[in-house]
């Protein structure tokens, strides 16, 4: 997907203080559409804590552990599909009809998932939201490209890392009183109207970007798309069969079908970490896959392993999040004077540190504290590396290509999160066959994360060095990351 920029796009780059206008995120001619993508990302954001928050209660009530990880899963699953389709549409006719259709599927997988009388049917409506939630990613990305200047382009990215603090902060806490006083369904379906509001506050702004200029220079084809996301679920599944055949069968036909369309979806050389955006691409999917493949069992290991509130639980979700937006902010203060790798491979080491801190939880007589903060550690270790890595892809990308490139990097996000949850959900059933202890599963489930840090520190010195035009688009961040200080209610607002 080509990331060239409108006509207009184009004039406001070169001429962005026009008649004694402001510059930045909030002059007149970028407001609506700043405003609405930090809506929307907030409040996909909140859905994702809340439902990360209260998945063990739903899980207690509807049965079906042993499909707890596909919750999360079966989402970042239909996000993939629903990315390469939205990010098509986006080049083809312009990012308002993607978007449009993707907010209507998401308010329709939140309904099915209130309403879901058990764990299937709530892993499909969680699929669809999916699904819809995948287009916001794709066309913010598209709609930054295209109609933001290079200059504001990383502030806008820092503000979306911003956008996560509120949610970090009430989400989790909002989720279960709404729970505790209405019931888990209501945390589903409370939000719909939400997201409706944000949904109509951001398409005006994205109907004014219009079709490209240019018809497409690539693009990722939606049947690889599917392919790769029906791949990586059969090998899910495989790995949780009850019988070796069945086991055997389903691995081997995942791979047969996902791994060649992924490889088609993703820059040439980067299953072999090829250095340049080939690596960029992979060390992002590494880092999902060991981030959130190990937060998808936090609050189940708070819960039902050490049997702590949910309320408790919530903090390590709050925690983290905030800590992942004091990274992101912290990084660009350092990326004025460290290397982009430098930052990355701090993170990632940061990550694995909070995944040992759950793991040593688990033992005899650690407090319930040492993992809240062992996870608020890992938060911070994602906003060191997270933002720098979307940076370097960027920059790494070639002209014309900044779309498709755009699109490949959310591919590897979301692959990596359905990858990292999915693998560990497959613990929990295993072990669950094999009569093992919860505590036992879910250290198999925070080892298999581990296990993908390890791989992205390896990565990280195939990462590309940053260009000086970053540094001095890090400092302009640290100045509106002031200028937000001093006027927060332009955020709140």
Not at 100 to 105: H, K
Not at 325 to 337: D, T
Request: include cysteine; hydrophobic fraction near 55%.
């Amino acid at each position: 997907m080509p990331n060239r920029p409108y006509a207009g796009a184009v004039t406001a780059s070169r001429h962005p203080r026009r008649s004694g206008s402001p510059v930045g995120l909030w002059a007149p001619q970028w407001r609506g559409l700043a405003i609405g993508l930090i809506l929307c990302t907030t409040f996909i954001a909140a859905e994702a804590l809340a439902v990360i928050t209260i998945m063990p209660r739903v899980a207690h009530d509807l049965g079906g552990l042993h499909l707890y990880g596909w919750v999360f899963s079966a989402f970042m699953l239909g996000s993939l599909v629903g990315t390469v389709a939205a990010g098509r549409a986006a080049d083809r006719a312009g990012p308002a009809r993607p978007f449009l259709g993707g907010i209507a599927l998401f308010a329709s997988g939140l309904a099915v998932a209130g309403l879901a009388p058990s764990m299937a049917l709530l892993v499909a409506g969680r699929t669809m939201q999916g699904l819809g939630s995948g287009a916001v990613p794709a066309v913010s990305y598209v709609a930054i490209g295209r109609g933001l200047p290079a200059g504001l382009r990383a502030r806008m990215l820092a503000v979306l890392s911003a956008a996560w603090v509120l949610p970090g902060v009430l989400g989790p806490v909002l989720s279960v009183a709404v729970s505790d006083l209405f019931g888990w369904r209501w945390v589903f379906i409370g939000l719909i109207p939400l997201v409706a509001v944000a949904g109509l506050l951001a398409l005006p702004a994205l109907v004014r970007l219009g079709r490209p200029a240019t018809r497409p220079a690539g693009e990722h084809r939606l049947l690889d798309a599917i392919l790769t996301a029906t791949g990586s679920g059969l090998f899910l599944a495989g790995l949780s069969a009850g019988s070796t055949a069945a086991a055997v069968g389903l691995l081997v036909g995942g791979l047969a079908v996902g791994l060649p369309a992924l490889r088609r979806l993703l820059p040439a050389g980067t299953l072999k970490a090829q250095a340049g955006l080939p690596a960029v691409i992979l060390s992002r999917g590494l880092l999902t896959f060991a981030f959130f493949g190990g937060d998808a069992f936090v609050t189940l290991t708070i819960t039902t392993v050490l049997h702590h509130s949910t309320a408790v639980a919530s903090l390590a979700i709050t925690g983290s999040t905030l800590a992942w937006a004091v990274g992101a902010w912290l990084q660009v203060r350092l990326g004025s004077r460290w290397d982009g790798r430098v930052l990355v491979g701090a993170g990632v080491a940061l990550v694995l540190i909070g995944i040992a801190g759950m793991v040593l939880s688990l033992r005899p007589g650690v407090s319930v504290a040492e993992a809240v903060a062992a996870w608020t550690l890992a938060g911070l270790g994602m906003g060191l590396a997270y933002a720098p890595t979307s940076l370097m892809m960027l920059r790494s990308a070639s002209p014309g290509r900044e779309g498709w490139a755009s699109a490949s990097l959310t591919l590897a996000d979301v692959l990596g999160t359905a990858l990292g949850a999915g693998v560990g959900g497959a613990a929990l059933v295993v072990g669950a066959d094999h009569g093992w202890p919860l505590s036992s599963a879910v250290t198999i489930a925070f080892t298999l994360a581990a296990g993908a840090a390890f791989v992205a520190l390896a990565v990280a010195h195939r990462l590309p060095l940053y260009p000086q035009d970053h540094r001095r688009s890090a400092q302009s961040t640290v100045e509106l990351a002031r200028e937000m200080a001093q006027k927060p209610a332009r955020v709140q607002h």
